[in-house]
């Protein structure tokens, strides 16, 4: 059958139907008393036949309209759920991440595109947080990057990294290229204002004196950190997975061989709540994937 009502003009006449009254059935669907009038008549004059009768303070329905509205409810109930379930399954394969903003473009973002190429049907949104935000948008998974002594019962270890020292190629000091890890007693160091003991790690496992923990240039953010340094700033110790693309592209290089353990792994952080399948399906994935 060509040229079907429209749907919008069933749905008023199912809503004046359920409540006798234009009125209510124009608040419930926010339109004005007026439109809802409209439709009813363009539906009357598609069915050729009157649907309400009329009368000062209220309406009836003809028998045409109680023998039609059944069909309509049960139409219009069957749209619905169906619309729900699509809506349903698209939230059921929803996650929501957040994790600090470095590890968010240095090394997640990648990851969560390897995922989306293996579960096309799955939506992910990933919010980068800086050190400050604490709390951030609400999430179904959040990263965190702790010591040890602020680990949470219930926070799952994702991964361990380790400090690697870079800097830009070339990048000398006293005029020789940095070679070896005594040379960065002389070095511009940068320094991670939220990850201060990075250096204190570094000279602590190469036995190393008299590194200038005051000096140098200064930042709140690591990938701020990797840009000064990718410039010609002086060298930055930051942990593999943050310098890792630098490195790939050849923007910086490791001088030396660095390997100290970091102060700081990322963990997954416990929200108390049950994580919903779709979460749990990401999570044991990401942890899967962790060490790549």
């Known amino acids: 059958m060509q040229n079907l009502p429209h749907l919008t003009h069933i749905r008023s006449f199912e809503a004046a139907a359920r409540h006798l009254s234009f009125t209510l059935a124009a608040e419930e669907l926010n339109y004005t008393q007026a439109a809802i009038s409209a439709h009813i008549r363009s539906l009357e004059d598609y069915l050729g036949r009157p649907l309400f009768v009329r009368k000062a303070r209220s309406l009836e329905l003809t028998g045409l309209a109680q023998a039609y509205l059944p069909g309509i409810r049960r139409a219009l109930q069957q749209i619905d759920d169906a619309t729900e379930a699509v809506v349903t399954r698209t939230h059921d394969r929803a996650v929501v991440i957040s994790c600090p903003i470095s590890l968010a473009e240095n090394w997640l973002a990648a990851r969560v ?16 947080l800086i050190w400050s935000d604490r709390r951030g948008e609400p999430a179904d998974l959040a990263i965190a990057m702790k010591r040890p002594s602020e680990v949470d019962p219930g926070d799952q270890l994702l991964k361990r990294d380790r400090l690697s020292v870079v800097c830009a190629p070339g990048y000398a000091v006293d005029g020789v290229p940095l070679a070896a890890p005594e040379h960065l007693a002389r070095a511009d160091l940068i320094h991670i204002l939220t990850r201060q003991d990075n250096w204190g790690a570094v000279a602590v496992e190469m036995g190393l004196e008299g590194l200038d923990l005051q000096g140098g240039v200064r930042t709140n953010s690591s990938n701020i950190a990797l840009e000064f ?39 997954l952080v416990a929200s108390g709540q049950p994580l919903k399948p779709a979460a ?13």
């Open 229 to 267: 340094a990718a410039n010609g700033l002086g060298c930055v110790a930051v942990t593999r997975d943050l310098a890792g693309p630098y490195l790939e592209r050849g923007v910086l290089i490791e001088p030396f061989p660095c390997a100290v353990e970091s102060p700081w792994n990322y963990y």
């Open 113 to 128: 595109a390897r995922f989306l190429r293996d579960h096309p049907d799955f939506s992910v949104t990933l919010n980068g």
């Open 280 to 292: 749990r399906l990401f999570r044991d994935w990401l942890i899967g994937q962790a060490g790549g």
